[in-house]
């Protein structure tokens, strides 16, 4: 696969997620997320080029549902997607996390 440049950054998360690749239906954690592309792992190990659905939960509790998501990379159980379709309503809401997200002052170290 060739090196690029991702188009958003990404935020370091924990959120809870169920995927689902076909009638096969998938459970884990979301460990980043951009508002195109994310990182996970699950029970149910993925493939490069698999499409799944998803509801992840965010550390908001606000629940947000990404009807198509293509696999883009996998190590055992971690898998990177990256969102094809989102609803606009969805795409709304995960904007304006992400946007709170990047005006949270950083840790400072004492």
């Not at 990404?10 to 994310?38: D, E, M």
């Not at 993925?46 to 947000?64: A, D, F, H, K, Y």
């Not at 946007?99 to 400072?108: A, G, I, L, W, Y």
Request: glycine share 8%; hydrophobic share 35%; proline share 8%.
């Amino acid at each position: 696969m060739p090196f690029s440049i991702r188009p958003y950054r990404r935020f370091p998360v924990q959120c809870s997620v169920t995927y689902n690749a076909g009638s096969f239906q998938g459970r884990g954690i979301v460990w980043n997320l951009s508002c195109s592309g994310w990182r996970l792992s699950g029970d149910l190990p993925m493939r490069p080029g698999e499409t799944v659905s998803l509801t992840v939960t965010l550390p908001n509790e606000q629940r947000i549902v990404v009807p198509e998501a293509v696999v883009r990379w996998s190590r055992g159980q971690e898998f990177g997607i990256e969102t094809v379709e989102t609803p606009k309503h969805t795409k709304a809401r995960l904007w304006h996390y992400v946007k709170r997200r990047v005006q949270e002052p950083t840790e400072s170290i004492s």
